[in-house]
């Protein structure tokens, strides 16, 4: 089992940032890729990012340019940098983790509004 810890959502002005962090506890040894989701109200889940263990990333066609994906493989850490926020990023951000199952954090709140 794996569990996830998820900090650093908030409100924030377009055009303003914000970096979420999560750290993987548990039987971290077989994780193979970290990375976050986001789903907004009335929408389905959606993919934001992801980075394996070798370091390739992916990122969402929406967020190219704007957010970075990084991750700490000593402190099991992923984080995700954004930048530039427009309203429409306003979502819940989901932490994820994946080696056999796929594994959630609770979620964070992230609310782009002036």
């Known amino acids: 089992q794996v569990q996830l810890e998820e900090s650093g959502g908030g409100l924030v002005q377009p055009g303003g940032s914000l970096r979420l962090s999560c750290t993987a506890s548990?039987?971290?040894?077989?994780?193979?890729?970290m990375g976050w989701y986001r789903q907004a109200t009335g929408k389905q889940r959606e993919l934001v990012a992801h980075m394996s263990n070798d370091g390739s990333a992916t990122y969402a066609d929406s967020v190219k340019g704007r957010f970075t994906i990084s991750r700490d493989n000593v402190k099991n850490s992923v984080y995700l940098q954004m930048n530039s926020l427009e309203p429409e990023d306003t979502a819940v951000y989901y932490c994820?983790?994946?080696?056999?199952?796929?594994?959630w954090g609770q979620g964070t709140q992230v609310t782009v509004s002036s």
């Open positions: 548990g039987s971290t040894s077989l994780i193979n890729a």
């Open positions: 994820n983790a994946l080696d056999k199952y796929d594994y």
